[in-house]
């Protein structure tokens, strides 16, 4: 009995112990978080500075600071090993233990993380300072990506200009780094191992926060393929008339330098060519912005007003202070890829963008401030929650205002489209523009991380890495390169986030979500009705809704403090990812092309490509 009382007294003891320690590592968390968003700011002020100017002199300070946050990471992983805290009774407290031992690529020791930041800088220069000759005047060579590049791949219809822009574009972008990314893939997959995961893969899926993720999406994407080989055959029919039988081919893949964007992740600048119904006006609103004086300034002022207008946070002083929100014309290089920043300061938020006035960059911009609000939505919590409820959310959230926005019902309230007759050849050609930006983007997505994930887990042959990305691209797309390719050149790089080290599942998995925020966000706002046919989901407009907008504080506000399907219930009551409401929303389109494609004989998928060669 005596023994029985003294274990007793010890596990009570212990137990006690435990429970002192728990509220001492409370008090530890609030303090660290404070200190870790301060020292991040810090760091992404230098990031911010690089970005924005890219000199050696920002370069190096970026890389400095950058290094001594990692170090500083590591001294507090040592110290969180001090506490029991698997054994604590707090979710919460448990939750920001286990986030603080995530310490990515900053896990490498010191020499590796600098050469990590080096390399990954190079790869990002790079690309930023890519500058090609003009196909017409050979002499002019400092046009860039953005805008002049884009530009010409959207709107030339010559197919030997575009095929020159093409080749140009990706040696420069991507070949010339080849041995960056070789040692770029050898320091990731160290990180990843120090990290206790067998591989980046591993490591990316981990935020996620569920094993079976991988295969859910393979899931998703295999019930949305049959309407993108529809989409992708007609195309592929409209082509080969525009162009003729020796430029695109009847069964195989399509020439991807003329679908009207560098890496064909979106088909819609070629809508002009392929449009189901080209007799009909398709909605573009760029001409009108124009003729109305439209600013970049006027445009973000227009987002801003869209959030506020569904009570939402409206955008700070800081904000309109710091961005930059057009192309400086000082002359210096910087990163014009549309990015937003969150700086870990009360209301200290930024947008980087050389915005254009076109109607594509106002969906843009909305996107970028969706960013913004879901900054400013979770500023209140700890520094270890101020990020989404998975990386997918972030992109998703502005891309419900963008879906909303693009409407003909929006673009009529705010005086941009009048006029317009939406009729049933009308919707499929909207409803075909939207599929060209969003179904078309989903194999492209899918196929910049598998590819990474293949390297990273160490499951192609170095001799084989850019005929595999070519094999994916096939395979998922069914897109191949303008010219052969071979082992001696590296395209991956050509894509702004694989040089950047971006992991791009997040751009897949907000496709699939946004539409299920877009549906719910609809039916809150009295926006669609299932069985009521004056009421579409493609045509819904949530601008102005309170309880929207509620939906979206409720989830917005929850930052990564929960689980991410919490998030996802907090806002609509499901909690996992589904195809179903892209399906409800694009079912109009789907019934229409079967029918054309039956009709016109078209041929549904693709034969192998062979423009990559393993020599």
């Known amino acids: 009995m005596r023994v029985f009382i003294v274990a007793l007294l010890a596990t009570l003891a212990l137990a006690q112990a435990l429970v002192k320690e728990e509220i001492q590592a409370k008090e530890y968390l609030e303090n660290l978080n404070k200190e870790l968003a301060k020292r991040t700011n810090v760091q992404t002020e230098a990031s911010w500075a690089y970005a924005s100017n890219l000199n050696d002199e920002n370069e190096k300070k970026k890389n400095e600071i950058s290094a001594e946050l990692a170090q500083f990471k590591k001294e507090v992983l040592s110290d969180n090993q001090k506490f029991q805290w698997h054994n604590y009774q707090s979710d919460d407290i448990k939750r920001q233990f286990k986030r603080l031992s995530e310490m990515g690529n900053a896990a490498l020791s010191e020499v590796e993380y600098a050469d990590f930041l080096e390399t990954k800088s190079a790869m990002e220069s790079n690309f930023a300072k890519v500058n090609i000759c003009n196909y017409k005047e050979n002499a002019k060579c400092d046009l860039e990506l953005e805008p002049e590049i884009e530009e010409i791949i959207g709107k030339s219809r010559d197919h030997e200009e575009l095929k020159y822009y093409w080749r140009e574009f990706y040696d420069k972008a991507g070949t010339a780094v080849r041995s960056n990314f070789e040692r770029y893939v050898e320091l990731n997959t160290k990180a990843a191992k120090l990290n206790n995961f067998t591989s980046g893969a591993e490591l990316w899926l981990d935020k996620y926060e569920d094993d079976t993720f991988e295969q859910q999406l393979d899931n998703i994407f295999a019930e949305i393929r049959p309407l993108y080989e529809q989409i992708h055959g007609y195309v592929r029919y409209r082509l080969r008339k525009y162009y003729g039988n020796e430029v695109v081919s009847e069964n195989g893949p399509i020439p991807m330098h003329l679908l009207g964007n560098m890496w064909a992740q979106q088909w819609s600048e070629i809508a002009d060519i392929v449009s189901p119904f080209p007799e009909k006006p398709l909605v573009d609103v760029t001409e009108e912005m124009e003729k109305q004086g439209y600013t970049p300034i006027r445009m973000f002022q227009m987002a801003d007003d869209f959030f506020t207008s569904m009570n939402l946070t409206k955008l ?42 076109t109607q594509n960059q106002l969906f843009t911009v909305h996107h970028e401030v969706g960013h913004i609000q879901y900054f400013l939505q979770y500023q209140h919590l700890p520094f270890v929650y101020r990020t989404g409820g998975n990386p997918g959310f972030h992109e998703a959230v502005g891309d419900v205002l963008s879906l909303s926005v693009s409407t003909p019902k929006h673009l009529e309230r705010i005086g941009l489209l009048s006029n317009y007759v939406r009729d049933d050849e009308a919707r499929i050609n909207q409803l075909f523009l939207t599929a060209l930006e969003k179904i078309v983007f989903l194999p492209f997505a899918f196929t910049m991380d598998k590819y990474r994930w293949a390297l990273f887990r160490g499951e192609v042959e170095k001799a084989n890495w850019n005929c595999e990305f070519w094999k994916l691209r096939e395979q998922y797309s069914g897109i191949e390169p303008p010219v052969v390719r071979s082992e001696k050149d590296f395209d991956p790089p050509a894509k702004y986030h694989v040089s950047a080290d971006v992991e791009y599942l997040r751009y897949l998995v907000a496709i699939i979500i946004q539409f299920q925020f877009y549906k719910s966000a609809c039916i809150k706002a009295g926006q669609y009705d299932a069985n009521n046919a004056e009421l579409p989901l493609d045509n819904c407009d949530i601008y102005g809704s309170a309880a929207a907008g509620e939906a979206f504080h409720n989830m917005l506000s929850m930052g990564a403090s929960k689980p991410w399907p919490d998030a996802l219930e907090a806002f609509n009551g499901e909690r996992i990812m589904s195809g179903k409401a892209i399906a409800e929303y694009f079912e109009p389109l789907r019934v229409w092309l079967e029918a054309e494609n039956i009709k016109n004989s078209v041929h549904i998928g693709w034969t192998a490509s062979d423009k990559c060669v393993a020599f």
Do not use: M
């Not at 014309?329 to 947008?351: E, M, P, Q």
């Open 316 to 357: 700070t002083q800081d904000f309109w202070d710091k961005s930059i929100i057009e192309k400086p014309t000082d002359g210096r290089d910087l990163i014009c890829h549309a990015s937003a920043w969150n700086f870990y300061l009360k209301d200290d938020v930024r947008i980087k963008q050389c915005t254009r006035v």
